[in-house]
Every structure is written in structure tokens, then in C-alpha cells.
């Protein structure tokens, strides 16, 4: 029988790692209380239970922590048996894991890079994102995720939870920064998994409105523009710039 449970997650609201457990604990159908945090002054309990990253989300189960995203969803899997998010076949969870790898160490690094650059760079930073997405276009066409409608199968699973919960993103970008990085006729079959996961209820109940987020992301730009202008340069607006774009996008660096 599954254990009895208090769940506690600290988390931020615009933050897809946050997000990630989120979606992962509604689709397991389990009941936890949030406490948002401010990326800039993190709480006390924070630093408590994530004293070597400072960093969300945290998840509290029976007051033990569990950090990092990735190692959440697979400890809730591993914790509560009932709809399962891990691939039941072993071979079958380390490509899940593999894919998880490549989505933190560079499909993420490269659509931040979109973000916090400009001119030759941002152009450079395009490329990279194209270049990741065919990867994947790649393996959902032909390779180990063929013929399936999710990364998961039937359902969504954790590589879908891990890239769809960044991947609204994209369309954010895409919009502030005016370019183009999921062109539904380069990538069909990643465009068509994308709208597919969006229309999920569990993930429309977890992913902030699309207005929000553009409003967030187009203040983050502004700070940005501000601080390479010269006009705002202190250090604290600079820690919080670079907190705020890892809230966004970035798992790997601040
Ligand atoms: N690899 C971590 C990344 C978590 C992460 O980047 N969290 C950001 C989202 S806000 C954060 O807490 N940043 C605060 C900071 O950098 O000071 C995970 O997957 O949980």
C-alpha cells in the first residue's frame, strides 16, 4: 500500500522546474501545500532543506527534502506506484533518463541563450535550438520514440514532463525576441507532441497563462537591455536579472 504522506513543495510560480513537480503530483493525483519563493531573497527553509544550491523546487515529504527537479519526479514515481511516469522496461527508463540529460545539459542551456543574447550571438543561440530540436524530431520520428503519441506512450511520462514543462517557453521567446524556433513545418512532429501536451488539463491547471508569462519575460529584457545600457548597474540588480532567467529557463547555471 502506497505510504501515508504530508507533501510540501517550495517553489516559484514562473520557474518549469517548479513546474515539473507540479504536474507530476497532480498526475499522480496527490494532494501537497506550495509555498512560493522569491528567487532573489531565498526563505529560511530554503536554505535549510537546499543549503548546497539555493535553489526551487524542494519537495517536502514528511518534512525530509528532496531537491532537484529530476530527482523529485523520480522519487514521487518511485514513492506512489499508482500512474506511473517512469517507463515500466529498464532500457526503456534510461533513454528516459538519457533524454532528460540532454534536455537540462543542452536544449535548455541554447533557448536561454536566445534569450540573454543579442545580434551574431542570438543568431548563434537560434542555431543551437534548431540544432536540439531536430534531435528530438528525429527520435520521435524514427528513432525510440516512434509512433508513440508522448514521450511516455499512452501517456505523458517523465521526459514529457521534463521537456513540455520548459518547452512553452519557446512561444514566449519566440514572441519577445522575434524569432522563430518552433517552425511547425521544420519540426511537425515535436510541434504536433507540444500542442498535444498543452491541451492536457493537468498541464493547463499547472502552466501559468501565456499573458503572464510574456509580461514577465518582456520585463526580464528590459531589465537586461537596462544593465548592458548602463543605466541600472547594481549588484543586486544583477543578481536579480540572473536569478530571474534562471527562474525562466536555465537549470544549469546561477
Ligand atoms: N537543476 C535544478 C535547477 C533549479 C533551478 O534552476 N531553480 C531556479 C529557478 S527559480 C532557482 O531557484 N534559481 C534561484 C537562483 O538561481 O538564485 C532543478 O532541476 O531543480
Not at 101 to 123: C, I, T
Amino acid at each position: 500500500m502506497d505510504p501515508p504522506s504530508s507533501l510540501k513543495l517550495l517553489g516559484s510560480w514562473a520557474d518549469s522546474h517548479t513546474h515539473r513537480v507540479q504536474l507530476a503530483l497532480k498526475l499522480k493525483g496527490l494532494e501537497f501545500e506550495y509555498q512560493e519563493e522569491d528567487a532573489i531573497n531565498p526563505s529560511p527553509a530554503l536554505l535549510l532543506h537546499n543549503p548546497v544550491y539555493k535553489k526551487v523546487p524542494v519537495l517536502l515529504h514528511n518534512d525530509r527534502p528532496v531537491v532537484e527537479s529530476v530527482v523529485i519526479l523520480q522519487y514521487i514515481d518511485e514513492t506512489w506506484s499508482d500512474n506511473p511516469i517512469m517507463p515500466a522496461d529498464p532500457f526503456e527508463r534510461a533513454v528516459a533518463r538519457f533524454w532528460c540529460h540532454f534536455a537540462e545539459d543542452k536544449l535548455a542551456p541554447a533557448v536561454g541563450a536566445v534569450f540573454s543574447s543579442s545580434g551574431e550571438g542570438q543568431k548563434t543561440a537560434v542555431d543551437q535550438v534548431h540544432d536540439n530540436l531536430k534531435l528530438l524530431e528525429r527520435e520521435l520520428r524514427d528513432g525510440a520514440f516512434k509512433g508513440k503519441r508522448f514521450f511516455g506512450g499512452d501517456k505523458i511520462g517523465l521526459l514529457d514532463i521534463v521537456l513540455g514543462c520548459g518547452s512553452y517557453w519557446l512561444a514566449v521567446f519566440e514572441e519577445v525576441m522575434e524569432v522563430k524556433l518552433v517552425d511547425p513545418g521544420t519540426f511537425p512532429v515535436f510541434h504536433a507532441w507540444l500542442k498535444d501536451f498543452e491541451e492536457q488539463n493537468e498541464v493547463k491547471e499547472t502552466i501559468p497563462a501565456i499573458d503572464k508569462l510574456l509580461e514577465y519575460a518582456r520585463g526580464i529584457r528590459q531589465m537586461m537591455l537596462s544593465l548592458s545600457n548602463g543605466t541600472s548597474t547594481t549588484a543586486s540588480a544583477t543578481a536579480g536579472t540572473t536569478s530571474a532567467i534562471n527562474v525562466a529557463v536555465d537549470g544549469s547555471s546561477g
